[in-house]
């Protein structure tokens, strides 16, 4: 009888679990049934294992935020492409349910409640199931209908990712865009501010929008002929990708799909404002290979009201004097959309001050002026100034070319130029500047000052003597002629690495001044993945490798965590700021083009050839080409690689993978190997010369 009774125990938990493995969705499917759901750490898998749809924490350990949506399954960094709850994500993913229900695609919360559906109507009585595709589109389809359209997929619902074979069309019928929406921040996939789509005017042509109102950049109208978007000249040479724009009386769209189905490519909507192609490497990294608009600075309201937008600083934005951070954790997250606050209100709007002192103005020079001002007849820069003075809602004003410009309520767009800008005048109240002394205050100040002034110079002239003595004690020569310089004296050097020359896949470059005067551009290691020794060597090892052609490393720092590289500094930039420019005294004659050329293909063969341990190159392009007094080029960014974790084999060079300098632009395409070097390259820089768009590079 117990054995008849454990039997029963048995087959009943039998039956339960081959119930409850056909009511949920078995690991490696990629279809939902209807009889079928979605939960916790299930997935479905597209039939070629290229796409994972499933739960997702986009900030593990920080938030509790969880959502539905799909991934690259072969890319180590797990990557988000599509998310189908961005604006209601869910607290527990093992309550939460993904079914079908009245024939649409349904996600329950943990109370049970739909937060988010595929929103069709009529199909109740239709068999339905929703597929992953290969192609990285979730379709729902109709099962008694194996020919008809799909009821429903993603590709027509795009988030922030545009994934090759994905339409982003404008549906002249309902005067519909469909919009490419970056996330908030990097932590949260709610739709932020900056979308990208097909200008609904007929112009043909792609727009990025600030809050879907202000348009800060746009591709061009698309150039049947050439095929490629006229401001975009970048596609000229598609030796990746197969590109194609379709216009007829239903619909325009652009669409294109990459040549090699095994290379991964993906363009997002970045919550920085800018459009970005992202190529994934064999090394296990996304590469950066092309974004618009180029500056920063460039996206519409990227720092929010009232704040400072500057390309020299690593972080861009920052507030003005008298304002602080709106919200210090989104500011942290490097959503700076909030911009900032005043401290203390203005005199005009707080009546009840009882001092009663006027508000009083801070100037700011070489800048670029905010967006959307409002002009002023007035006799001078002082009616000027009184009229925004008197003016409540003035917040600052500009005099320019005998004009008047005043700025009402909050404003964005300001940005620090290094020069050549214009002189702003922001309204503060007048506690945010020093408040005058009384008369005995002033003579006791005259007479303190007289004698911090004979101290200061004389504590000037110890810490002098004291730095010029430990500039030979903090800096030190090893192997070779490198010098290990202390981080407190690259910190000085740098000003605290105020003055950003500019960054990339390895890190960021700032400007310095070492004791003796001489300028140095110091690079701080954003990522690295040797130990101390092994460190030195491989630093070692760069430091000899001298060539006319190649940036020569002067040093290096290696302090707890921190490393940095030390290196000549070049007065006339990279050469990028030269390609692409609109400034005509900027732009490089025929034979300043073709010296740089020669000298990079001369840098490029040493590296390859030539010196003793030999480095192949693997991120050649226009920002890695540095340029001299005398315009001579300097090979950079030479053997990082390395230095941060990023091998690269000689077959890996045959992906398609490597950004290569042209003369009018850059691409991608299959080059440099070891053995053709210079040859190879100067090949390619002849076959462009024909592409040049825009200025003749021969005038």
């Known amino acids: 009888m117990e054995i008849i009774k454990n039997n029963s125990w048995l087959m009943l938990f039998v039956l339960f679990t081959c119930f409850s493995l056909k009511s949920h969705v078995s690991f490696g499917a990629d279809t939902i049934s209807a009889n079928q759901s979605l939960s916790g750490d299930q997935t479905i898998v597209s039939k070629g294992g290229v796409f994972v749809f499933g739960f997702f924490n986009p900030a593990p350990g920080k938030s509790s935020n969880y959502y539905i949506g799909m991934w690259y399954n072969k890319v180590s960094e797990r990557t988000i492409v599509w998310v189908a709850n961005r604006e ?328 620090q130029l290094q020069g050549g800008g214009d002189t702003i005048y922001i309204k503060l109240a007048a506690s945010e500047f020093e408040s005058p002394k009384n008369n005995k205050g002033v003579v006791i100040g005259s007479v303190v000052g007289s004698v911090a002034v004979v101290a200061l110079i004389g504590l000037i002239m110890l810490v002098y003597l004291r730095r010029r003595k430990t500039a030979t004690v903090t800096t030190k020569t090893v192997e070779g002629s490198l010098v290990a310089f202390a981080y407190k004296d690259l910190q000085t050097a740098t000003k605290n690495f105020s003055e950003k020359l500019g960054g990339g896949g390895f890190g960021s470059v700032f400007k310095g001044v070492l004791p003796n005067s001489s300028l140095i551009a110091v690079k701080k290691l954003e990522s690295w993945s040797q130990g101390e020794k092994q460190f030195r060597t491989e630093v070692s090892t760069i430091g ?82 540095l340029l001299d007094a005398e315009f001579c080029p300097k090979v950079s960014d030479f053997g990082l690689a390395k230095l941060v974790g990023r091998e690269f084999s000689r077959d890996d060079l045959d992906l398609s993978l490597i950004r290569v300098l042209d003369i009018g632009s850059w691409h991608s395409i299959s080059l440099i190997s070891p053995s053709s070097g210079e040859k190879t390259f100067v090949e390619v820089i002849a076959i462009d010369a024909c592409h040049c768009p825009g200025k003749s590079w021969l005038s």
């Open 544 to 625: 000899n490798i001298q060539h006319v052609n190649l940036v020569r490393l002067l040093g290096f720092c290696s302090e707890g965590t921190s490393r940095l590289l030390v290196y000549d500094f070049m007065p006339n930039g990279s050469l990028d700021s030269h390609l692409f420019t609109e400034k005509d005294s900027d732009f490089l004659d025929w034979k300043t083009r073709y010296q740089i050329a020669l000298g990079t293909a001369r840098g490029l063969a040493y590296l390859h050839e030539k010196c003793r341990d030999c480095i192949i190159h693997c991120d050649i392009k226009p920002e890695n080409i």
């Open 88 to 415: 209601q994500p869910v607290s527990d993913r093992f309550s939460s349910v993904l079914n079908i229900s009245d024939g649409n695609l349904v996600l329950f919360n943990e109370s049970q409640l739909p937060i988010w559906s595929t929103n069709l109507t009529a199909t109740s009585r239709r068999s339905v199931d929703a597929v992953l595709l290969d192609e990285g589109n979730l379709v729902l389809r109709d099962l008694s209908n194996n020919l008809s359209e799909p009821l429903w997929q993603s590709f027509d619902h795009p988030a922030h990712t545009w994934i090759p074979g994905m339409k982003l069309t404008f549906n002249k019928r309902n005067n519909v865009s469909q919009l490419l929406t970056s996330w908030k921040n990097k932590e949260n996939p709610a739709p932020g501010l900056f979308s990208l789509e097909l200008a609904p005017d007929g112009s043909n042509q792609y727009v990025i929008l600030w809050n879907r109102s202000e348009q800060y950049w746009r591709s061009g109208p698309w150039d049947d002929n050439a095929k490629i978007f006229s401001l975009v000249p970048e596609m000229t040479l598609n030796y990746i990708y197969n590109f194609s724009y379709v216009s007829n009386e239903n619909e325009s769209y652009f669409t294109y799909n990459v040549k090699d189905s095994t290379y991964t490519s993906r363009f997002i909507m970045d919550f920085s404002g800018q459009v970005k192609q992202m190529n994934w490497l064999p090394t296990n990294s996304w590469f950066l290979f092309w974004s618009q608009p180029r500056q920063q600075c460039e996206v519409y309201a990227f720092c929010g009201q009232f704040s400072i937008c500057n390309e020299q600083t690593e972080r861009f934005c920052s507030c003005l004097k008298g304002f602080q951070q709106k919200s210090v954790s989104d500011w942290n997250l490097e959503d700076f959309s909030g911009g900032c606050v005043r401290k203390t209100p203005l005199q005009c709007e707080n009546n009840s001050l009882a001092n009663g002192k006027s508000d009083q103005f801070f100037q700011y020079i070489n800048m670029n002026l905010p967006k959307h001002p409002q002009s002023v007849a007035v006799g001078g820069i002082r009616e000027c100034e009184t009229h925004c003075l008197n003016n409540c809602s003035c917040t600052a004003y500009a005099y320019k070319d005998n004009a008047c410009s005043i700025w009402v309520g909050s404003f964005v767009g300001l940005q």
